[in-house]
T-cell receptor, first 111, second 113 residues
Framework: GAGVSQSPSNKVTEKGKDVELRCDPI?????LYWYRQRLGQGLEFLIY????????KSGLPSDRFSAERTGESVSTLTIQRTQQEDSAVYLC?????????FGPGTRLTVL | DQQVKQNSPSLSVQEGRISILNCDYT??????FLWYKKYPAEGPTFLIS?????DKNEDGRFTVFLNKSAKHLSLHIVPSQPGDSAVYFC????????????FGKGITLSVRP
């Protein structure tokens, strides 16, 4: 399809393990965003990419979180040494102008 | 500190009636506002937006009103349909294109047949 895709759709991991989440944005969208939504909360901004660079990383909650983007394409969000409070739905969005288009999200559960 | 607030967690309306979803913000630097609709197990879908230079934007059954002096916006859906039942998020941005969005917690709308 032509929309934003994310994988995996669900991930269950044990506390202390590393996880990697993937986002494939809409082709041609230069901007890419990562958000997360914890239970009962709104979406929380994590990081923004313009092309390969990340001019705004202000939402990353700790140095256990990192992200990279290849070209103006795939992005991966890595969480090292996962903690239970990392459990959330992680959403990726891409945009060409102001409106952002979201993927279906990855539901991460840390046991 | 919540910069975008949706104070009502839920709203229930009868099919055919008007749904009014409210949103308040505190950051006066916000200059673009968006509404997203979300079904379970899906990502948010863009619905309608408004720039701070306008006070109203309409798209079919959906109208968004902005009151800058009150830092308040609202989404009107008329007539409401059962398929409109979803979680609606208000979002705001302060630097225009390619800017991060600050979201409210969402409001669950139920439209009764």
């Amino acid at each position: 399809g032509a929309g934003v895709s994310q994988s995996p759709s669900n991930k269950v991991t044990e506390k202390g393990k590393d996880v990697e989440l993937r986002c494939d944005p809409i082709s041609g969208h230069t901007a890419l965003y990562w958000y997360r939504q914890r239970l009962g909360q709104g979406l929380e901004f994590l990081i923004y990419f313009q092309g390969n660079s990340a001019p705004d990383k202000s939402g990353l909650p700790s140095d256990r979180f990192s992200a990279e983007r290849t070209g103006e394409s795939v992005s991966t969000l890595t969480i090292q040494r996962t903690q239970q409070e990392d459990s959330a739905v992680y959403l990726c969005a891409s945009s060409f102008s102001v409106e952002q288009f979201f993927g279906p999200g990855t539901r991460l559960t840390v046991l | 500190d919540q910069q975008v607030k949706q104070n009502s967690p839920s709203l229930s309306v009868q099919e055919g009636r008007i749904s009014i979803l409210n949103c308040d913000y505190t950051n006066s630097m916000f200059d673009y506002f968006l509404w997203y609709k979300k079904y379970p197990a899906e990502g948010p879908t863009f619905l309608i937006s408004i720039s701070s230079i306008k006070d109203k934007n309409e798209d079919g059954r959906f109208t968004v009103f902005l009151n800058k002096s009150a830092k308040h916006l609202s989404l009107h859906i008329v007539p409401s349909q059962p398929g409109d039942s979803a979680v609606y998020f208000c979002a705001a941005s302060s630097t225009g294109a390619n800017s991060k969005l600050t979201f409210g917690k969402g409001i669950t709308l139920s439209v009764r047949p």
